[in-house]
């Protein structure tokens, strides 16, 4: 074959791929683009009028902040002392600052343009106790989005209000998820857990949002309040830093009639060790002893060697947070150990 020849094949193959190029690419799969829906002019022009903002980073709220709204990685928070908001992303970067419907409608700009998910149909909501943060529950909470669930962890200023307060503000957290919310499940952590069953104690008896509720996971829970709460309750210290909760927990007895039982199947994981604290009696976590963890009607109950604040943490106790959200056991249906129902 001459020269000539090759060209003219050369030429040829290029313009019969020339030809097909169109064909060939608009057969291949397109990558995904992010949903952005057009935003409302009313949103724009309040999103407009939050205060001057400059990216900056945070703490993600310790103490003084309270959430008001969780979405995507995205929360809006209240400060407790000047009670303005401000918005921040997954990473704790301020947004915007302002009053609460300025931070809505960032918020809603900033999911109109695909940078914030919206919640799915099942959320699991991780709640934290007296003087926690957030940073406590992100390893369970990241194991369980590892395992495919849509886990969000709730903040509070946990020594700043009344157990009545965070409750209130859970409340709104949950309503604010929205309408396509069919189940929520709830772990909380030591006081987290009397914060959740104020909230399903304040909900008529007949709501729609009891119908909801798919389980529960208890982490050193004070069911039955906290003796080591009592015995210094009195102390000056004891009051400056535990703030009203801290009393309430430590006058269980004017508590424990506001708080429900829940209606959905429980669990509760207790930290045990064979008795650390010497002034709380029997085995305990050292702030809270395995008894004063349980609640009757649970539908397993579980003794982990770890310490209160470590609880969850621990390997373990992010395996069998798990299994009980999806399993209704811990470790097996042969080893669950139930608490029988309180007589009526």
Same mark, same amino acid.
Not at 42 to 57: L, M, T
Not at 264 to 288: H, K, T
Not at 325 to 340: A, I, K
């Given at each position: ?8 094949? +050369? ?14 690419? @608009? ?11 057009? /935003? ?47 918005? /921040? ?61 849509? +886990? ?16 209130? @503000? /859970? ?48 982490? @050193? ?37 506001? /708080? ?37 009607? @649970? +539908? ?41 129902? +309180?007589?009526?």
């Amino acid at each position: 074959m001459n020269r000539t020849s090759i060209a003219r094949l +050369a030429s040829r193959s290029l313009l019969a791929s020339l030809v097909l190029l169109p064909a060939i690419c @608009a057969a291949q799969p397109t990558p995904p683009i992010p949903e952005q829906r057009p /935003l409302q002019p009313d949103i724009r022009e309040v999103a407009a009028s939050a205060p001057i903002n400059i990216p900056s980073p945070t703490l993600g709220g310790i103490q003084f902040w309270t959430d008001q709204r969780v979405q995507g990685g995205w929360r809006i928070q209240r400060n407790s002392v000047t009670t303005h908001c401000r918005i /921040l992303d997954s990473r704790n970067v301020r947004h915007g600052w302002g009053t609460y419907e300025q931070c809505e409608a960032i918020l809603l700009r900033e999911q109109a343009a695909g940078k914030v998910r919206p919640p799915s149909a099942h959320v699991v909501l991780l709640i934290h106790g007296l003087m926690g943060s957030r940073p406590l529950l992100e390893p369970l909470q990241k194991y369980l989005q590892k395992q495919g669930m849509d +886990a969000m962890c709730v903040s509070y200023a946990s020594t700043r209000h009344t157990i009545d307060d965070h409750a209130e @503000a /859970l409340a709104q957290v949950i309503d604010r998820l929205g309408p396509g919310i069919k189940r929520i499940d709830f772990v909380g952590h030591s006081m987290g857990n009397i914060v959740v069953r104020r909230y399903l104690a304040m909900l008529p008896p007949n709501s729609p949002k009891l119908r909801r509720l798919g389980a529960m996971v208890m982490l @050193a829970p004070p069911n039955q309040g906290a003796e080591i709460a009592s015995r210094i309750k009195r102390s000056a210290m004891f009051q400056i830093i535990a703030g009203d909760s801290g009393q309430q927990l430590a006058d269980f007895n004017n508590l424990e009639g506001k /708080l429900a039982i829940p209606s959905c199947p429980f669990g509760i994981v207790a930290g045990g060790g064979s008795g650390r604290n010497p002034l709380v009696e029997g085995d305990d976590d050292l702030l809270v002893s395995v008894e004063e963890t349980k609640l009757a009607g @649970a +539908a397993d109950f579980i003794v982990v060697d770890a310490m209160h604040r470590s609880l969850p943490k621990q390997p373990e106790v992010l395996e069998i947070t798990h299994r009980f959200l999806t399993r209704g056991y811990f470790r097996s249906e042969q080893e669950r150990m139930r608490l029988p129902e +309180a007589r009526r």
